[in-house]
């Protein structure tokens, strides 16, 4: 038997996907972190995240058509709540002012949560789509993950979702089978 959930909640029940930080940088230099939960895959080796184009993070991307997507570990709800509580605008470099832990991804050089369970490297695959609706399509460029975290064999986590955040609403999350709040 089923029953019948209000309309918007449908994105809470397709929120299968771990919430995500999207690191970006500015034409000149300042870096940028930011939390988002609207984010799926696209393509087997492209990601989507839906963006405000209000944000810095959006002019950033449009700017420089770079940013990383990262996987944070459920150890981390502090960080991703100041991530996602500021505009970099605002505040200059976010990992500076708000003394998020960073380290730089490998081959973008892009300053990123450090410790993360995984983090995608992107291009921006279409400008258009994305000035026109912030439906923000990345290419992987390089994909890393924690060694101690990932089955090569089924290429996946080892520990299915027992790591990851799942949003369901301000600061309340999914985690395995448990409800957290940061
Ligand atoms: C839990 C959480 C989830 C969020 N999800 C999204 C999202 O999916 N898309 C979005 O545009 N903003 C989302 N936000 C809001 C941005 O992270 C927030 O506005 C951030 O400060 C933008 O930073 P920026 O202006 O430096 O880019 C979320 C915030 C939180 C706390």
């Known amino acids: 038997m089923y029953k019948s959930i209000p309309e918007r909640c449908a994105a809470r029940v397709l929120s299968g996907g771990p919430i995500v930080t999207v690191s970006s940088q500015s034409s000149d230099g300042v870096a940028d972190i930011m939390t988002a939960a609207w984010n799926c895959p696209f393509d087997s080796n492209i990601v989507q995240v ?6 810095t993070t959006s002019e950033n991307i449009k700017n420089t058509a ?16 100041k991530a996602g509580s500021v ?14 832990p960073y380290e730089l991804s490998e081959k973008l050089g892009l300053k990123v ?9 992107c291009e921006l695959f279409d400008f258009d ?5 912030g439906i ?7 994909v890393y993950v924690q060694d101690k975290a990932w089955n090569d064999a089924e290429e996946c986590f080892l520990d299915g979702a027992k790591h990851t955040l799942h949003h369901v609403k301000d600061n309340v999350f999914l985690c395995g089978h448990s409800i ?3």
């Open 50 to 55: 839906t963006l405000d184009l209000g944000h």
């Open 66 to 81: 770079k940013f990383v997507v990262g996987i944070p570990a459920k150890e981390q709800i502090a960080e991703i709540m």
């Open 87 to 100: 505009h970099g605008r605002d505040v200059g470099d976010k990992f500076d002012s708000l003394s998020i």
């Open 113 to 121: 949560l450090r410790d993360q369970l995984a983090y995608i490297e």
């Open 129 to 133: 789509i994305f000035a026109k609706s």
């Open 136 to 142: 923000c399509l990345g290419k992987a460029v390089s």
């Open 180 to 182: 957290i709040e940061g």
